[in-house]
C-alpha cells in the first residue's frame, strides 16, 4: 500500500487533500462491468476471487480513488446461516423462506466462513497483494437485514419489520442477537484476512424514528462495534438515506467514522454526533446528472464543510447509480485531487 490518506482521514488525522472514494464505485455504470454481467450474476462474480478482485479494483484504476471496497454483497452470509435467497434483477434480495417466529430463529445456524464463505475470504487476500490502496469490507446491519429475511424482499413499508419489532419483541431481539454474532464474526474474518476498514450498512434504519431506533436497533449496532473495538481497523457506519434525526443517538457508540446521507447537512451532522467520529459523505448521486460547474459548486461546499475539523473523506450521500457516467465521475475524481490541496495540512 503506497496511498494511506483515507486511512489516516478515518484515525481523525490531518491529511494532505481530501480521500475520496464512491459506494458502489464498482459497479453498473462501468461499461465494462455491466459486460461482465451479461455472462456473470453478482454471485457468480463474487464465488470467483479472481473475478472478484478485478472488478473491485476497477474503479481504483479507472477513478483513481483513495481506497477500494471489495466487490460482495451484504446477503453473501446469510446463506451460510440457512437463509436461502436469489438477487433478482430490478427487484434485489429474494428470501425463498422468511424469518417471522421463534421456531425460524431457532433454525438459523452460525456462519462457518472459511467452509461457506471462504471464497470472499481468498478474494480479500488476493486483493492485499494487489492494491496499493485500503481495503474496505463491509458488512449489512442487522436491521437491514432483518427487513430483508422478515419480508421476503425489499419494501418501502417495513410493514411486516414493524409488525414483527412491535408484536413479537423476544422474536425480534433472538434475529438481531443472531443478526449481530453472524457479522461480529463475519467482519472480523475480513479483518484477519487483511481488510484495512469494515463499512456497515443500515441502508433501512432511517424509516424508524429515534425512539424505536434506540430501544430496538441501537443495542445490536452497540455490541458489533464495542466487539469491534480491538481488530484495529476504522469501523465505518453508514445509516443510510433519511438517517440524520438518528445521529444524535451515535454520540458514545465507539464507531470511527460515520457516512452521511445528502438530506443532512455537515455542520449540523458534527452539531449533533460531536467530534469524536470522522465523517464520511454526502454529495447526492444525482447531481452527478448535473453540469459539471454545477457538480463543482456544491462539491466545493460540501468539502469546505467537511473540512472544517480533521477527519473528513469525501464519498456520495449513497452509492451510485447505473446512468452514472464514468467520464463524469473521472472529472470529479481528479477536480477532488487538483483542489483540495494545501501548502500544510487540513
Not at 446477503?75 to 446461516?81: D, G, H, K, Q
Not at 447526492?284 to 454545477?294: G, K, N, R, Y
Not at 456544491?298 to 447505473?322: A, K, M, S
Not at 470529479?332 to 483542489?339: D, F, K, P, Q, V
Amino acid at each position: 500500500m503506497t496511498n494511506d490518506l483515507f486511512l489516516r482521514a478515518c484515525k481523525g488525522a490531518h491529511t494532505e487533500r481530501v480521500p475520496v472514494w464512491y459506494m458502489r464505485q464498482a459497479g453498473r455504470y462501468d461499461p465494462e462491468y455491466r459486460a461482465l454481467k451479461e455472462k456473470y450474476s453478482l454471485l457468480d462474480i463474487c464465488a470467483q476471487p479472481e473475478l472478484a478482485a478485478r472488478v473491485t479494483m476497477m474503479p481504483v484504476h479507472k477513478l483513481g480513488v483513495d481506497a477500494a471496497i471489495l466487490y460482495s454483497d451484504i446477503m453473501n452470509p446469510l446463506a451460510s446461516m440457512g437463509i436461502s435467497f436469489d438477487i433478482v434483477a430490478h427487484v434485489g434480495p429474494v428470501v425463498h423462506t422468511p424469518v417471522r417466529s421463534m421456531r425460524d430463529v431457532a433454525a438459523l445456524r452460525p456462519i462457518d466462513v472459511e467452509g461457506d464463505l471462504g471464497h470472499i475470504v481468498q478474494t480479500i487476500r488476493l486483493l492485499r497483494t494487489q492494491l496499493t490502496v485500503p481495503l474496505i469490507t463491509f458488512v449489512g446491519a442487522p436491521f437491514t437485514l432483518a427487513s430483508y429475511v422478515i419480508e421476503g424482499k425489499p419494501t418501502k413499508r417495513f410493514f411486516l419489520t414493524k409488525q414483527l419489532m412491535y408484536r413479537e419483541p423476544d422474536v425480534w431481539r433472538a434475529l438481531m442477537d443472531a443478526l449481530a454474532d453472524m457479522v461480529i464474526t463475519y467482519a472480523r474474518a475480513h479483518v484477519a484476512a487483511g481488510a484495512q476498514a469494515i463499512q456497515m450498512f443500515d441502508s433501512w434504519v432511517g424509516a424508524l424514528s429515534p425512539t424505536d431506533y434506540t430501544t430496538y436497533v441501537l443495542p445490536s449496532v452497540r455490541r458489533i462495534y464495542e466487539a469491534l473495538r480491538h481488530l484495529g481497523v476504522p469501523r465505518i457506519y453508514f445509516p443510510g438515506v433519511a438517517s440524520g434525526e438518528l445521529l444524535h443517538t451515535l454520540r458514545d457508540v465507539p464507531i470511527d467514522v460515520i457516512g452521511l446521507d445528502w438530506r443532512v447537512p455537515i455542520p449540523k451532522a458534527r452539531e449533533r454526533l460531536g467530534a469524536a467520529q470522522a465523517i464520511q459523505g454526502n454529495l447526492d448521486p444525482l447531481l452527478l446528472e448535473a453540469p459539471f460547474d454545477v457538480l463543482v459548486a456544491h462539491t466545493q461546499r460540501i468539502v469546505d464543510e467537511g473540512r472544517q475539523c480533521p477527519g473528513y473523506i469525501f464519498n456520495l450521500g449513497h452509492g451510485l447509480y447505473p446512468e452514472a457516467s464514468l467520464a463524469q465521475l473521472q472529472r470529479l475524481t481528479e477536480w477532488i485531487g487538483m483542489h483540495t490541496e494545501t501548502r500544510g495540512h487540513i
